[in-house]
């Protein structure tokens, strides 16, 4: 090394000087860049993790709720504002009432679309067995076509599942004619038969586009959810019957003279029957959203607008997402959120959702109501940001876990 430097022309030597000098810093500060991902991990109890995610390739803003099921005594329910099929509320507020009623409530996030005007959510639901909504297609203004959305649900063994569930049911007279019934607390269509319980309301409906309406009301028998005998106790006209606690009301709309329903009177039986295709039977929880983003390990939200009738500005835009979905064995369910339209957390179109949720280990996952619906409640703090700048927005429903108490 002397023997180079003692021969080296001085000008060449200050010129390697300089280059040295110049290259080392460079390499120095790529070395000690901050990785584009940083997560926060807290371990909110046993079976339960919280991670927070920031991600500067979006930028983007993420919080997740890992919920490892076999976990004893956990369980994801769903709940309606107000406990009715109508109004809004803040998925805080939905939380905090529950824990108010004695349910342990871990973590929350919001579900389904939404009537802005009503609340009502667009999609099936179902809350700890009772079905507060039951529907044959998605009532939804924004479809670009007719159709019946993803939901997802727990079955009574605690298994999840994820599908386009369409309400099915009927009714069986004692004699045994058996007639289907088309809706639970849906919007009554021309010649149909709607079941009410008290999710609905205090009264059936009497806006009803001047159909005829006759209505039985339904004292069950039994407390099967699903399968349930009931004597009719009175008989009435026109709409607007009295949904007592604990009874039932089926209506008949512009029925024919001919229909059984027109020559039921009181004291007979008959077996209401309530189910939802494709199986499995006996679901303790059902819930909407719009679209499915991950199908059996794959991401699908590019053909979302195909499948499910989202449209380009919904499903190709960069916004506030939540959603849920489980692991390929079923064991693990996530409640994510994405935070969007800030400058931290400019949101995800729902190719990205999807493969944020395929790199979480999700294998079939779906996405909620987002925009300024998007929170994310952990232990009754809400963990994310939410878009309007009015803050949390009320909402028709959510999805709970909760810790039961045995």
Same mark, same amino acid.
């Given at each position: 090394?002397?023997?180079?430097?003692?021969?080296?022309?001085?000008?060449?030597?200050?010129?390697?000087?300089?280059?040295?000098?110049?290259?080392?810093?460079?390499?120095? /500060?790529?070395?000690?860049?901050?990785?584009?991902?940083?997560?926060?991990? =807290?371990? *909110?109890?046993? %079976? !339960? @993790?919280? +991670?927070?995610?920031?991600?500067?390739?979006?930028?983007?803003?993420?919080?997740?709720?890992?919920?490892?099921?076999?976990?004893?005594?956990?369980?994801?329910?769903?709940?309606?504002?107000?406990?009715?099929?109508?109004?809004?509320?803040?998925?805080?507020?939905?939380?905090?009432?529950?824990?108010?009623?004695?349910?342990?409530?871990?973590?929350?996030?919001? /579900?389904?679309?939404?009537?802005?005007?009503?609340?009502?959510?667009?999609? =099936?639901? *179902?809350?700890? %067995? !009772? @079905?507060? +909504?039951?529907?044959?297609?998605?009532?939804?203004?924004?479809?670009?076509?007719?159709?019946?959305?993803?939901?997802?649900?727990?079955?009574?063994?605690?298994?999840?599942?994820?599908?386009?569930?369409?309400?099915?049911?009927?009714?069986?007279?004692?004699?045994?004619?058996?007639?289907?019934?088309?809706?639970?607390?849906?919007?009554?269509?021309?010649?149909?038969?709607?079941?009410?319980?008290?999710?609905?309301?205090?009264?059936?409906?009497?806006?009803?586009?001047?159909?005829?309406?006759?209505?039985?009301?339904?004292?069950?028998?039994?407390?099967?959810?699903?399968?349930?005998?009931?004597?009719?106790?009175?008989?009435?006209?026109?709409?607007?019957?009295?949904?007592?606690?604990?009874?039932?009301?089926?209506?008949?709309?512009?029925?024919?003279?001919?229909?059984?329903?027109?020559?039921?009177?009181?004291?007979?039986?008959?077996?209401?029957?309530?189910?939802?295709?494709?199986?499995?039977?006996?679901?303790?929880?059902?819930?909407?959203?719009?679209?499915?983003?991950?199908?059996?390990?794959?991401?699908?939200?590019?053909?979302?607008?195909?499948?499910?009738?989202?449209?380009?500005?919904?499903?190709?835009?960069?916004?506030?997402?939540?959603?849920?979905?489980?692991?390929?064995?079923?064991?693990?369910?996530?409640?994510?959120?994405?935070?969007?339209?800030?400058?931290?957390?400019?949101?995800?179109?729902?190719?990205?959702?999807?493969?944020?949720?395929?790199?979480?280990?999700?294998?079939?996952?779906?996405?909620?109501?987002?925009?300024?619906?998007?929170?994310?409640?952990?232990?009754?703090?809400?963990?994310?940001?939410?878009?309007?700048?009015?803050?949390?927005?009320?909402?028709?429903?959510?999805?709970?876990?909760?810790?039961?108490?045995?």
């Amino acid at each position: 090394m002397m023997t180079f430097i003692r021969h080296t022309p001085r000008t060449v030597l200050l010129l390697i000087f300089f280059a040295v000098s110049f290259e080392l810093p460079r390499l120095t /500060a790529r070395q000690i860049d901050p990785p584009p991902i940083t997560t926060t991990v =807290n371990n *909110i109890r046993p %079976g !339960v @993790v919280h +991670k927070r995610i920031v991600d500067e390739r979006g930028p983007w803003i993420i919080n997740l709720v890992e919920i490892d099921l076999p976990y004893h005594n956990l369980d994801i329910v769903s709940a309606r504002a107000m406990d009715r099929l109508f109004g809004r509320e803040r998925t805080s507020s939905i939380a905090e009432r529950l824990k108010a009623k004695g349910r342990s409530v871990i973590a929350a996030i919001n /579900a389904d679309f939404f009537s802005l005007r009503t609340g009502e959510n667009e999609n =099936n639901q *179902i809350a700890d %067995g !009772v @079905v507060v +909504k039951g529907t044959k297609k998605t009532g939804s203004p924004f479809d670009t076509f007719d159709n019946i959305h993803s939901q997802f649900g727990l079955t009574w063994m605690g298994k999840p599942v994820l599908d386009r569930f369409e309400f099915s049911g009927s009714v069986r007279w004692h004699n045994g004619h058996r007639i289907e019934i088309h809706g639970v607390n849906d919007v009554p269509k021309s010649t149909s038969l709607v079941l009410h319980n008290s999710q609905y309301g205090s009264r059936t409906p009497t806006d009803t586009l001047r159909m005829e309406i006759r209505e039985l009301d339904l004292s069950p028998l039994s407390a099967d959810l699903d399968t349930i005998p009931a004597v009719v106790t009175s008989i009435a006209q026109g709409g607007g019957m009295t949904i007592r606690p604990n009874s039932l009301v089926l209506s008949g709309y512009n029925l024919p003279s001919s229909h059984i329903l027109t020559k039921t009177v009181p004291g007979d039986t008959l077996t209401i029957i309530l189910g939802f295709a494709p199986g499995p039977a006996h679901l303790k929880t059902l819930i909407g959203g719009w679209p499915r983003i991950v199908r059996d390990g794959m991401n699908v939200g590019h053909v979302a607008d195909s499948l499910e009738g989202t449209f380009p500005r919904f499903s190709a835009g960069r916004h506030p997402r939540s959603g849920v979905g489980f692991a390929k064995d079923s064991t693990k369910v996530y409640f994510v959120v994405v935070d969007g339209r800030q400058q931290e957390s400019v949101g995800m179109t729902l190719v990205e959702f999807g493969d944020l949720m395929l790199s979480l280990g999700i294998f079939q996952g779906m996405n909620f109501d987002g925009g300024g619906s998007t929170t994310l409640v952990v232990n009754g703090a809400i963990v994310n940001s939410p878009s309007d700048a009015t803050g949390e927005r009320p909402v028709g429903n959510c999805l709970l876990l909760i810790h039961r108490s045995q």
